[in-house]
């Protein structure tokens, strides 16, 4: 199995913008489809975006797309969220997820396998 590790949370204001990271160690990184998810207080867990294993397909919620960019580079076991001109309900929980065989749409939480414990983004307005 592969553990994930996300890291660059923090406090930034409204137009900034944050890069989050997502290290793997365990298996093969290059394996598996990484997704971002995020958390906001109260309410459920919402897709951000994917990638399958190679990161030659993409896919975004429409509240982030055009703002926000996915990215992995296999040779750091790495995944990446560059998040820009932040608003304040993107305020959340961030949380990057893995899987190796994809079975389902890649925009489902249950999709994946594996999860990391979470990095908190607050955009300040």
């Known amino acids: 199995q592969v553990q994930l590790a996300e890291s660059g949370g923090g406090l930034v204001q409204a137009g900034d913008s944050l890069r989050l990271s997502c290290a793997a160690s365990?298996?093969?990184?290059?394996?598996?489809?990484v997704g971002w998810f995020r958390q906001a207080p109260g309410q459920d867990r919402e897709f951000v975006a994917a990638?399958?294993?190679?990161?030659?397909?993409?896919y975004y919620s429409d509240s982030v797309r055009g703002r926000f960019t996915i990215s992995r580079d296999n040779a750091k076991n790495t995944g990446y969220l560059q998040m820009s001109r932040l608003k304040p309900e993107d305020t959340a929980v961030y949380y990057c997820?893995?899987?190796?065989?994809?079975?389902?749409?890649?925009?489902?939480?249950?999709?994946?396998?594996?999860w990391g414990q979470g990095t908190q983004v607050t955009v300040s307005s």
């Open positions: 997820a893995a899987v190796e065989r994809v079975r389902s749409w890649l925009g489902y939480a249950t999709s994946y396998d594996y």
């Open positions: 365990g298996r093969t990184f290059s394996n598996y489809a």
């Open positions: 990638l399958n294993w190679n990161g030659g397909s993409t």
